[in-house]
Structures are given as structure tokens and as C-alpha cells.
């Protein structure tokens, strides 16, 4: 709890002495018989908010074996629940290439007809990808990293993943949402950016989406709100009301 509050007062400004412990709650963590699993995961949360997911991976590498069984999956938990206001790039570098790995070992899996491990490899690289929700929001890189290629991967994951649809959509949607309502969102005390974000940013953001990315993602939705089940159309929906505002 003391960890946990520290974390929150220091935010950004966490003392790199501070790293040691971090990696120590990590290990007590994964240590049979720990029982305060949750806590150390609020604090790792914490950490990948107010320092960067890419700090807290250098600190707690996910560490995957040949099979793709993460030893620290939960950390895939933590990252989803704590990543704001950060570079898109770490997605695109840290956590990708290692999800695009995974898929290429299951259906190395598949044509060996191992099942089982082909479905754990391809659950371990969704959920990395997954991530995308929270990388999505408030970006600081989004006009160097969200480009044309970044795009047409996006919808194909949309298309051709359904399981990836979710987080995809609503990233999207959000990311949207947020640009175009930041003016009134800035002046919100509670809503802190620990690696900055002013209105000026917001509004590039907005106008670039709008009008090079708005028109490769319409095809693709229209699509899949036709075809998909009355439980994804939802989301599906409200991403084409973002795209299309």
C-alpha cells in the first residue's frame, strides 16, 4: 500500500532508485504462497501509467518460452489496464514483433497438428495485441506512427480477427471521441497526461485521422456490422459514428 501511494504521489517524477523495488514486487509476485497479487498489479498499473510502458517492460520483461506460456502473463493485464498517454511507437516495436511472432510459431503449430499449442500461441499474441486500446488513447507520437501501413493492418486485424475487433473499435472510436471533445476536456483537474498533451495536438490528431485514415476503415466496418453477431454490432456502430463525425 505504501508502494502504491508512493507511485501516485511521485508520478512521472519516479526516483530511479525506486526501480529495484519494482522489479522485487514483481518477483513476490510469481512466489508461491504471495498473497497480495492484486496490490503489486494496482502498483505495476501505476508504474506503466505515470512512467511509460516501455520503462515498465525494461523493468519486467514479459518473459515467453518456446510454447508462447507467458511466465508472467498477468503483466499482459497490467499493461492493458495502465497504459495512457503514451507512445505509440512501443506498440509498434515492444509488443508487435513479439505478438506477429507468436502467430508465425502457431501455425508452424498448426501444420504440425499441435492444437493445443497453436491456441495458446494465438491467445497469448491476442491479448498482446489487444493492447491497442490503451495505446490509443491520448498518443503522443500518433502523427509519426499512425500512418498508411499502421492503418490497413488495423483493418485487416479487423476483418480477419474477431477476436482483436473489440479492442480495435473501440481504440478507434475513443481515440476520436477524444480528439474532437479535448477542448473541454483539458480543463478537467482529475484528468492528468503524464507525458503532455495540449489542444493544438488534439485538433492535428483529429484533422489527420478525418481526412487520410477515416476512408480505410469505412469499408471494412460497414462490413462486419453487417455480418456480425447482435453482441459485437454495438461497438462496431459506435466506431462508424466516430469515423463518420
Known sequence: DI???????FKHRLCPSFSGTIQMLAI????????LQETVELILQSVCKWVGAEQLLDLVPLRLVDSGITKNGWLIG????GIFNDRLSVFKTRLLPTAQQLSNKAEQARLASREGEAKILDTVASQLLNTIHG??????????????G???QLAAWMTGTPQLRAAICNGIADFIFNMADFSMLAGDDALYFPRGFANEQAEMNHALFRERFASKFLPCLFNIAITSECEERSFV????????S
Open 237 to 244: 456502430l459506435r466506431c462508424c459514428e466516430a469515423v463518420l
Open 135 to 148: 495505446f490509443l488513447k491520448y498518443p503522443t507520437d500518433f502523427q509519426l506512427e499512425f500512418d498508411d
Open 3 to 9: 508502494c502504491l501511494l508512493t507511485m501516485e504521489a
Open 150 to 152: 499502421f492503418a490497413a
Open 28 to 35: 513476490l509476485h510469481d512466489r508461491r504462497g504471495f498473497c
Open 78 to 81: 497490467v499493461l492493458n489496464k
